[in-house]
């Protein structure tokens, strides 16, 4: 009992280390975009791609990747994607033309669903049900950690050192992770009696129950990444002048996510996924509407609002999809990964333009337009949710 106490517990390190680390790399840049728009003397919205460029690498790979880990064991996988994206970070880190910067950080895109999207594939294929909730619980977890700790790295580590050297740090936690991953992984044996799931992509995607999940969680998204990509600017300029330390520091809010997924599902679970979309959706709009005021409170207590309304969105949507699925899951989840960094690919891509031509009260007028997707499907969803009620 002990020694599987142990095995389990090795599990769950190994799979937070690696997950940590991969999502470290792609929000690492979102503290220091007004720094990199000086150093490399390019716009706003090009600048912004150094996020965006690495979001839109995980949506297109995320399938593909998907499909290749039930073919191929997971260890060359994590492997030859950690030393990709390894890679990727190095190259930021060193060279001094933009294209090649924006290169390096769509490459660590494009390779980052090896160490995260193939992981989760490969844990549900072989753990039992009981000790699957508990290692996904760690992977979560590390998703959070991972997309804070990489703004904490990229805005605290520029002024006593450079921003490069946050890639080489990254770059280094990131290969330790795949190193321990590769030797500490256990080979793959499937549960037993699991049949083959022959639900293909085509299949889910005409599935209009399915879809509003997918464009809830494209539109929400779309909304909390760009209002993190874009606040250095709103806060660099009056009347808040911060350096680059102070930014950062407020990126701490994020840590709202750790905790509002397991609230919110119990929330799901008592009151519906319609009433909880409505609530967080209720909580993202008042939250837009705070960070309009120039006053540091009303920024903190927004952003709070907004980390806490997307999350809860967020979990609410994703139990919605796996309560509605009977097979498939694999796949559908795929599916709503590829919608969900589409949208934020979107969103930060849209909202540079928007930033530019409206400033910060444009940017937020765009955003709260957006905010109609997820309520529009919170809306069908409580139907749905009071027509099952009649019906017991």
């Not at 990199?36 to 716009?43: A, G, H, I, K, M």
């Not at 990126?251 to 997924?261: A, D, K, T």
């Not at 007028?365 to 017991?392: F, M, N, T």
């Amino acid at each position: 009992m002990k020694a599987e106490q142990h095995s389990s517990f090795r599990l769950q390190c190994i799979v937070f280390a690696l997950v940590s680390a991969s999502f470290t790399n792609v929000y690492i840049t979102q503290p220091v975009l007004p720094v990199l728009q000086n150093e490399f003397s390019v716009d706003m919205v090009l600048v912004s791609f150094s996020v965006s460029a690495v979001i839109l690498g995980i949506a297109l790979s995320n399938l593909p990747f998907g499909v290749l880990v039930d073919r191929v064991a997971i260890q060359p996988i994590i492997l030859n994607g950690g030393l990709m994206v390894v890679l990727g970070g190095l190259l930021c880190s060193f060279t001094e033309n933009f294209w090649f910067f924006l290169g390096g950080r769509f490459l660590q895109g494009l390779f980052i669903p090896c160490l995260t999207t193939c992981l989760a594939a490969y844990l549900a294929k072989t753990l039992p049900l009981e000790r699957l909730s508990v290692v996904m619980g760690s992977y979560v977890s590390a998703t959070v950690l991972g997309g804070l700790s990489g703004r904490l790295l990229g805005g605290w580590i520029h002024p006593p050192l450079h921003w490069r050297y946050a890639f080489v740090s990254t770059a280094l936690l990131t290969l330790v992770a795949t190193v321990v991953a590769v030797r500490g992984l256990p080979r793959a044996t499937s549960r037993e009696g699991k049949q083959p799931d022959l639900t293909g992509f085509i299949e889910l995607l005409k599935r209009w129950d399915l879809l509003r999940m997918y464009f809830c969680a494209m539109g929400s998204f779309a909304i909390f990444s760009s209002v993190f990509n874009y606040l250095p600017y709103r806060l660099i300029a009056d009347p808040f002048a911060f350096s680059t330390e102070s930014i950062t520091l407020l990126y701490l809010v994020y840590v709202v996510g750790i905790f509002i997924g397991p609230i919110s599902g119990r929330l799901s679970n008592r009151f519906g996924s319609g009433q909880t979309l409505l609530l967080g959706s209720g909580f993202l709009g008042g939250a837009l509407l705070l960070i309009l005021f120039p006053f540091l409170p009303a920024v903190i207590v927004g952003l709070l609002g907004i980390c806490g309304g997307f999350f809860t969105i967020h979990a609410a949507a994703v139990g919605s999809l796996n309560r509605k699925l009977r097979s498939g899951q694999g796949r559908a989840n795929a599916l709503y990964v590829m919608f969900y960094y589409l949208g934020g690919w979107l969103g930060i891509t849209g909202s540079g333009f928007v930033y530019k031509q409206g400033g910060w009260g444009g940017l937020v007028l765009g955003l709260l337009v957006l905010l109609l997707i997820p309520i529009g499907v919170a809306v069908v969803e409580y139907g749905r949710d009071r027509q099952i009620a009649v019906r017991s």
